[in-house]
């Protein structure tokens, strides 16, 4: 079965910068990830290099921060309340995740000053291109519950 739009998929993937060591591997948390294929659940350029593939197969994909995290924009640092972070201490370069109002959000810190920090709101992959090695694990046709929802149900998926 061929990967296409409504079909859900498990694979595990290892990611890296352009010729740099990995950054994470899904097997390092040992599940495969499950996406829906179509519903914007993964990165636009590695759903695209994943297409018409079927379980069994590996593919290596290099995807250019256009079609991954985005380019990096340059303005985005704010100053956030020091208390914001809690007790743990935090450093210059650090990546953290903030409770913001639009939920949780990862950022890196640029300057620690008294009582404010400023942070980079940018992903931090934001502005890299990025080089993925993905097996594909299994393919399957979505649930119409799957497809309504905008997400996998079960292993690797949402379970509720
Ligand atoms: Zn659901």
Redesign the pocket.
């Known amino acids: 079965m061929k990967i296409e739009k409504d079909r859900v998929v498990r694979f595990h993937y290892t990611v890296s910068e352009v010729g740099q060591e990995p950054i994470e591997s899904s097997k390092d948390r040992g599940e495969p990830m499950a996406i829906l294929i179509g519903h914007n659940n993964i990165i636009p350029g590695l759903e695209k290099a994943m297409m018409d593939k079927e379980a069994g197969e590996s593919i290596s994909a290099d995807v250019p921060a256009a079609e991954a995290y985005g380019e990096r924009r340059e303005g985005l640092t704010q100053r956030v309340p020091k208390k914001h972070f809690g007790t743990a201490k935090v450093a210059a370069g650090q990546q953290v995740v903030l409770q913001t109002n639009f939920g949780p959000r990862a950022v890196t810190v640029v300057k620690v000053g008294m009582s404010v920090v400023d942070v980079d709101l940018n992903h931090p992959m934001a502005g890299k291109d990025l080089h993925f090695d993905v097996e594909i694990v299994e393919v399957r046709e979505a649930s119409e519950?799957?497809i309504?929802?905008?997400?996998?149900?079960g292993a690797g998926?949402?379970q509720?």
């Open positions: 519950e799957e309504a929802h905008g997400h996998v149900h998926g949402h509720h």
